[in-house]
């Protein structure tokens, strides 16, 4: 919902003629149906919103009354069969509602949902989540954090992980500035080596170029892969040219550098590794299975290979 003090037109909701009193327009959800098939079969992973910034209609304090009730079962009911979806409570929500409001609607979402999607919900600028870090129906923080640098990027994703302490999920959804190109691509991957996932602001995907999909889509692959869920971020193991570096210690490492000639780890055990490097900006791939003493250990990429590197190392 995009009307009602959110950025949008009075029309930008789901409602019949843009009317709340006349309860959600079938045609509406017919349409969005369509789109969220499609993404679905193309395995795009869909952020729902029910509010945008500001956007407010019912004026129930920290509760969630009869009519928002029925607004929440209603989009939920109908779109939970989506493999894709993440419900989203609100965009910077602190503008209109309390943080016992949005609890409230989560449990909404929650009491709906039988198929158990995840749940966040978005804030202004910042990195605290301390006041829905412990409720059991959000799990998610969308984070909106705008600094400049990839660097930056990734510092203030490493902090949000810590205070996560596995209590729920990191997505950088909104940074401003962020770019397209090399400096895009490297603020993605700084800020998934910290553990979190992350979307990029302002680009509309029907003029982004081509390229910075290919990029998004890399990165994806390689993590996925990697089985990054079991990690989290270990920047005290990095060694040689090795910029970030996200673990499961002992088993499995992600390795990366904007600009290195070759990546390291620190305290590695002794052991058999499979070794996966990833050219970052060509996409080129290579493998290797080696041997190493203990200790800490730096590796030579394939010559063929750029200086933005990522390597997955694994020990057999």
Same mark, same amino acid.
């Given at each position: 919902m995009?009307?009602?003090g959110?950025?949008g037109?009075?029309d930008?909701n +789901?409602?019949?003629g843009g009317?709340p009193? $006349?309860?959600?327009?079938?045609?509406?959800?017919?349409?969005?149906?369509?789109?969220? &098939? %499609?993404?679905?079969?193309?395995?795009?992973?869909?952020?729902?919103?029910l509010?945008?910034d500001s956007?407010?209609?019912?004026s129930t304090?920290?509760?969630v009354?009869?009519?928002?009730?029925a607004?929440v079962?209603g #989009?939920?009911?109908?779109?939970k069969?989506?493999?894709g979806?993440?419900?989203?409570?609100a965009e910077e929500?602190?503008?209109?509602? =309390?943080?016992?409001?949005v609890?409230?609607?989560?449990a909404?979402?929650r009491a709906?949902?039988?198929?158990?999607?995840?749940?966040g919900?978005?804030?202004?600028?910042g #990195?605290s989540f301390?006041?829905l870090?412990t409720? +059991?129906?959000?799990?998610q923080?969308t984070?909106?954090?705008?600094k400049?640098t990839a660097a930056e990027l990734? =510092?203030?994703m490493?902090t949000?992980?810590?205070d996560a302490a596995g209590r729920y999920?990191?997505n950088l959804?909104?940074?401003?500035s962020?770019?397209s190109? %090399?400096v %895009?691509?490297q603020?993605?991957?700084?800020a998934?080596?910290a553990?979190?996932?992350?979307?990029a602001?302002?680009w509309?995907?029907?003029s982004?170029p081509?390229?910075d999909l290919?990029d998004c889509?890399?990165l994806v692959?390689?993590?996925?892969?990697?089985?990054f869920h079991?990690?989290?971020p270990?920047?005290?193991?990095?060694?040689?040219? &090795? !910029?970030?570096?996200?673990a499961a210690?002992?088993?499995?490492y992600?390795?990366y550098a904007a600009s290195?000639?070759?990546l390291?780890?620190?305290?590695?055990? %002794?052991?058999?590794? !499979?070794?996966?490097?990833l050219?970052?900006a060509?996409g080129?791939?290579s493998?290797? &299975?080696i041997t190493?003493?203990a200790?800490?250990? &730096?590796?030579?990429p +394939?010559v063929?290979?750029?200086?933005? $590197?990522a390597l997955w190392?694994?020990?057999?």
């Open positions: 995009r009307s009602h959110g950025d037109t009075a930008q +789901p409602f019949v009317n009193a $006349l309860g959600l327009d079938a045609k509406i959800l017919d349409q969005w149906e369509q789109w969220f &098939t %499609a993404l679905d079969d193309a395995g795009v992973i869909m952020h729902f919103f509010y945008d956007a407010s209609i019912w304090g920290n509760t009354g009869a009519a928002e009730r607004f079962k #989009l939920v009911g109908r779109f069969h989506h493999r979806i993440v419900w989203v409570v929500y602190e503008e209109r509602f =309390s943080a016992a409001r609890s409230a609607l989560a909404e979402i709906a949902d039988d198929h158990r999607h995840p749940i919900v978005h804030k202004l600028d #990195l301390a006041e870090a409720d +059991p129906n959000v799990d923080f984070i909106q954090y705008n400049a990734h =510092s203030g490493v949000a992980f810590r999920n990191l959804s909104e940074a401003a962020h770019g190109g %090399a %895009a691509r603020k993605n991957w700084a998934a080596t553990g979190a996932h992350v979307m602001l302002g509309d995907i029907a982004t081509v390229s290919q889509g890399r692959r390689f993590m996925r892969a990697a089985r079991r990690m989290a270990h920047d005290e193991l990095r060694a040689g040219g &090795t !910029q970030y570096v996200l210690p002992g088993q499995g992600v390795a290195a000639g070759n390291g780890l620190k305290a590695l055990a %002794a052991g058999s590794y !499979q070794l996966e490097w050219d970052v060509s080129a791939t493998s290797a &299975t190493v003493a200790g800490d250990r &730096t590796f030579a +394939p063929s290979f750029g200086s933005e $590197l190392v694994e020990r057999k």
